[in-house]
């Protein structure tokens, strides 16, 4: 049997409170027991279906954190105010003082500074790799080694990590493997790969409206009760709680995620091939001169396509800042950071949300200064949007 994330949350069935069609938002920071000793069972973990206090688990938390359990196809997920706040207590759980992490070195800026400046606090330390060279991460794991650490589609030069191979390698080592799946929710399922567990920043696409920060840890039951158990559970105890109205508006969200899904991965299939057709240096897995497109095409569910986020190289810093300016003063999309927005936004991570990563490691890792990362929107008309921004690529002198 095929599996088919959109599928799976399609088929999730509601029947609220008051036989709404959506589940009834539960907006309580507490709630009441019956009989004391409910409460004493559920402060242990024993009784299910009772709540105790919403650090720790509220239902409508837990109604989104099972769509998403549902599109990745793990048993279990708990959702956080934030990305970050997914990804910090997955790797304090999973890490105990002297242990170490192989991270890939191409991803988001924000995990790159965590495991670089502020792990080692903790005396957690992570050696960066190249993902795409299973040698080179082989090399780096030691006796010490923990997890490897990588997106699917890293942020934001686009190399696609070999998700199978890795998790081969995690095995043959012991190591869990943990994949950020913020650029390609739908497009990759990686723990029907092998990851053992999964993360999102649901700022991203997930949610699709830029209007709130949020995240998720997806993985087994037994990993998810960890990270809430309430003497030594990361996420129980750091607190990076999702507040319950977010949750429900995001679960409104997702319910169109494959359509959008769809549509930007069209409008940035077009842009792409159009852009390297009239001579643009243009980085997109979909496009057959990207570097992992075989790979990423025999990991896809293929209908979802090859993701909205493309990158291209200006040149330099100067003329990709002009572009940007022109582009948004055009009114063809944002100069903002973040991605999977209806229109587009764009943003130089070399200056921007890479800006953590210091610029000798950005030259090794093929990061240049005039790279623009587009998270393409859901334009209607894309053949309109191509030209016009061809004319303002043309205005800078790109072209
Ligand atoms: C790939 C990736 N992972 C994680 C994050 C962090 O997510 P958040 O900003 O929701 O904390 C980001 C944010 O930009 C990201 O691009």
């Known amino acids: 049997m095929s599996f088919n994330p959109a599928d799976n949350i399609q088929d999730l069935q509601y029947f609220g409170e008051f036989g709404g069609v959506n589940p009834s938002i539960s907006d309580s920071s507490t709630y009441t027991f019956l009989a004391a000793k409910s409460m004493m069972d559920t402060f242990e973990g024993n009784l299910e279906g009772c709540y105790l206090y919403s650090r720790h688990s509220s239902p409508t938390n837990l109604y989104l954190g099972q769509a998403l359990a549902a599109m990745e196809g793990t048993e279990a997920a708990n959702v956080s105010a934030s990305g970050m706040g997914a990804i910090t207590p997955t790797l304090m759980q999973l890490c105990n003082a002297g242990d170490h992490i192989v991270s890939s070195r191409t991803i988001y800026g924000g995990t790159y500074a965590f495991l670089k400046n502020f792990a080692p606090k903790f005396g957690i330390t992570s050696t960066f790799v190249d993902i795409t060279s299973l040698q080179a991460i082989e090399n780096a794991i030691t006796n010490n080694t923990k997890v490897l650490y990588c997106e699917s589609v890293s942020n934001p030069l686009l190399e696609v990590a070999d998700i199978k191979a890795l998790a081969e390698l995690a095995k043959k080592y012991k190591l869990k493997l943990v994949v950020d799946n913020t650029f390609s929710p739908l497009q990759i399922s990686p723990a029907k790969l092998g990851a053992d567990v999964v993360i999102h920043s649901l700022t991203k696409f997930i949610n699709g409206s830029s209007d709130t920060v949020g995240g998720v840890i997806c993985g087994t039951n037994e990993f998810i009760n960890s990270l809430k158990n309430v003497n030594d559970g990361a996420s129980m105890l750091l607190g990076p709680v999702m507040d319950s109205l977010r949750a429900a508006s995001i679960l409104k969200n997702i319910r169109t995620l494959h359509i959008r899904m769809k549509k930007h991965s069209e409008n940035a299939m077009y842009l792409a091939e159009k852009f390297e057709e009239i001579g643009l240096k243009i980085m997109y897995p979909g496009l057959k001169s990207h570097p992992q497109h075989a790979l990423f095409t025999n990991m896809y569910n293929a209908e979802f396509g090859y993701g ?5 190289d200006a040149g330099t810093l100067e003329k990709a800042d ?23 936004l764009f943003n130089a991570p070399g200056t921007g949300t ?16 005039g790279l623009i990362r587009f998270s393409i929107g859901l334009d209607n008309d894309i053949e309109r949007t191509y030209q016009e921004m061809k004319a303002c690529i043309q205005e800078v002198g790109i072209l």
């Open 308 to 312: 909205g986020i493309l990158s291209f």
């Open 322 to 344: 002009k572009l940007m300016e022109l582009m948004q003063k055009k009114n063809l999309g944002y100069l903002a950071v973040s991605l999977g927005f209806y229109k587009t």
């Open 354 to 369: 890479s800006s953590e990563i210091p610029a000798e490691e950005q030259k090794e890792m093929g990061l240049s200064d």
